[in-house]
């Protein structure tokens, strides 16, 4: 299966207008066995939008004809790929979460306050919001692999330099190494809805991105467990740089592992496409393609930019909460570091499982504004329930209170994702999650720094009350935000259709082969 780093044009994105569109040499290349569409103007001249006008009327057929046949088939390799990106994505957010865990040691072991060990998380997400533009760019015209390379790349490069900030007087450092690692995550993070469309069929993409984000979410929970536990809360400032290293160490060496095997393993797309909506996206020409126009297009659909603010919401909320957890636990149950981490595990872990129900869930049956608009509810439902019961000196309480807010809030991250998808199709997925992402990490920073001041001047209730308000607001126009589901009207004309013929206005069928080896 050859690689093709420099794919361009892989989404249907622009606009046809009268003229005949062009087969060009490119299209066949990258979808074998599909031809080109040909359109010729519609009684009243008007131009006809590729993916927005997929269910052409049979009315129309005298001025629309098609070539069979697209063949499709899934590889076994997909899953390979998939499971390499998530071990990618998990050493990455790993390192997002091991200074603020243990948040009140590294305090003071740097000597600084807890607005600076905030920064070392939320640089992760200030880094975002300038370089998702570009990052959107290169998917687009440098491909899959190129991007998961590169990010790997600034992942493994900030944890070497983490490893020599292991002093009291080298937060600066230790402060950079997290900005490199902060800039990976630009690279990564919107990836999991993207890798699932090109790698994966019909019945299995949500399960599919929902994987991807599991892989972050690990890291996650891996960044609540096992910081507590390599850097213990000792006195000797020796030995606690000690500690210290250790885990800069570990951390560099899988980041490392990781960046050798994208190298030699990661492959940019499987030979033939998964789907028949990924064929049709496949044999668009590139200088049909226009990366600005994209954008725009996306930023004039409003149940999109609906989405874009309900995410933002519900993720920045979860951002909030994994930053400013230690400090949570500690004001109520001082010297549980390490059973704040386990509770910040506790999150992940249920919101992984909720990740992977939806996913599963979607693909059986295909609600996606219903079942996101019950987990966003249940999510306001978890938050409301946490902040009552933090404070009641039960650490069994919070545990599974806790977990019950992270089953349904994590799990929000692969639907508002796929959604994203079906309500953009066929806009690139990566360009439609990378904006989602930029929205979580905007309402990330706010929330956290204002949570964290409303924590330092009125408590932790009053803190969480603040990210229920929002989680309302967000739960409400989660309501309003009208489901069009463009890929599966797509992949369902053309199942349905047969061959091609004008008197019935159908289309050909796509050849599926179920498995195929490496």
């Not at 306050?113 to 760019?137: G, Q, R």
Request: hydrophobic share 50%; with cysteine.
């Amino acid at each position: 299966m050859p690689q093709n780093n420099t794919w361009k044009g892989n989404r249907a994105n622009s606009e046809v207008g009268g003229e005949e569109w062009p087969r060009s040499k490119a299209a066949k290349n990258l979808a074998p066995g599909l031809t080109s569409l040909q359109w010729s103007p519609g009684p009243l001249g008007r131009a006809i939008s590729v993916g927005s006008r997929l269910d052409v009327e049979a009315s129309h057929c005298d001025k629309a004809e098609l070539v069979p046949k697209a063949e499709t088939k899934l590889y076994h390799r997909r899953w390979f790929v998939l499971f390499l990106f998530s071990a990618v994505s998990a050493s990455n957010a790993f390192m997002w979460l091991q200074y603020g865990i243990i948040s009140n040691i590294f305090m003071r072991f740097y000597n600084i306050d807890s607005l600076a060990i905030d920064w070392l998380s939320m640089i992760y997400l200030l880094t975002y919001i300038p370089l998702i533009l570009p990052v959107l760019w290169l998917l687009d015209n440098r491909g899959i692999r190129d991007v998961v390379l590169v990010g790997s790349a600034f992942n493994c490069i900030g944890a070497w330099i983490k490893i020599g900030s292991a002093g009291p007087a080298l937060f600066p450092v230790t402060f950079f190494g997290q900005f490199m690692c902060s800039v990976a995550t630009v690279f990564v993070l919107g990836i999991p809805s993207y890798l699932a469309s090109v790698w994966f069929g019909e019945t299995e993409v949500s399960t599919a991105c929902s994987i991807g984000v599991l892989g972050n979410q690990l890291g996650i929970a891996i960044g609540f467990l096992v910081p507590p536990i390599l850097v213990p809360n000792v006195d000797d400032m020796d030995e606690l740089a000690h500690h210290i290293s250790i885990m800069f160490y570990i951390t560099a060496g899988v980041a490392t592992l990781l960046f050798i095997l994208v190298v030699f393993v990661f492959q940019e797309r499987p030979k033939l496409p998964p789907t028949q909506a990924q064929a049709t996206a496949r044999s668009i020409p590139p200088e049909q393609y226009s990366y600005i126009a994209s954008i725009r297009r996306l930023l004039r659909n409003k149940p999109f930019v609906l989405l874009i603010i309900t995410y933002g919401l519900n993720v920045g909320c979860f951002y909030a909460v994994g930053t400013l957890l230690n400090r949570m636990i500690i004001d109520h149950y001082p010297g549980e570091e390490v059973n704040a981490g386990r509770i910040g595990l506790t999150i992940v872990i249920a919101g992984m499982v909720g990740s992977l129900i939806c996913g599963i869930w979607l693909d059986k049956t295909k609600t996606y504004k219903q079942t996101t608009l019950a987990v966003y509810f249940m999510s306001l439902v978890g938050m409301i329930v946490y902040a009552a019961t933090l404070s009641l000196g039960h650490l069994w309480v919070v545990f599974i209170t806790a977990g019950a807010l992270g089953f349904f809030m994590t799990g929000y991250l692969p639907l508002g994702f796929e959604f994203a998808v079906e309500l953009t199709y066929p806009e690139s997925e990566g360009t439609s999650s990378g904006l989602l992402n930029c929205s979580a990490q905007v309402f990330g920073i706010m929330f956290t720094i204002c949570q964290g001041k409303i924590i330092d001047n009125f408590g932790t209730l009053a803190g969480n009350i603040f990210l229920c308000v929002f989680l309302l607001i967000g739960t409400i126009i989660t309501g309003l935000i009208k489901s069009d589901l463009r890929r599966q009207n797509a992949n369902q004309l053309a199942k349905a259709a047969g061959p091609s013929d004008c008197q019935n206005g159908s289309l050909s069928a796509p050849v599926v082969i179920k498995e195929a080896k490496f």
